[in-house]
Nanobody, 115 residues
Framework: QVQLVESGGGLVQAGGSLRLSCTAF????????MGWYRQAPGKQRELVARIIAGSSTNYADSVKGRFTISGDHAKNTVYLQMNSLKPEDTGDYYC?????????WGQGTQVTVSS
């Protein structure tokens, strides 16, 4: 069973940057991809960015040009570099790993962007 451990959340002023990390412990053989989702208070969880096996990426329109997802295969780690943060980026950020038909979730890390 794979476990995901996230780190890097925190409080930052608008316009600032944060980098989230997610490390997978256990076998990641045959995964379809990894990604980051976020959930703002009172809202549904939404996709922020994901990296598909083979290194293709996709992003939510709201973060394009500001966030970058990348992976380090040797470390079983995926990163989310977040620049030009806005208050609307505030939420709990969750790492995910997909291996059909299952999705594994991390415990979440909180990001708060003050105006």
């Amino acid at each position: 069973q794979v476990q995901l451990v996230e780190s890097g959340g925190g409080l930052v002023q608008a316009g600032g940057s944060l980098r989230l990390s997610c490390t997978a412990f256990g076998s990641i053989f045959g995964i379809d991809g990894m990604g980051w989702y976020r959930q703002a208070p009172g809202k549904q969880r939404e996709l922020v960015a994901r990296i598909i096996a083979g290194s293709s990426t996709n992003y939510a329109d709201s973060v394009k040009g500001r966030f970058t997802i990348s992976g380090d295969h040797a470390k079983n780690t995926v990163y989310l570099q977040m620049n030009s943060l806005k208050p609307e980026d505030t939420g709990d950020y969750y790492c995910s790993l997909s291996r059909a038909p299952l999705t594994v979730w991390g415990q979440g890390t909180q990001v708060t962007v003050s105006s």
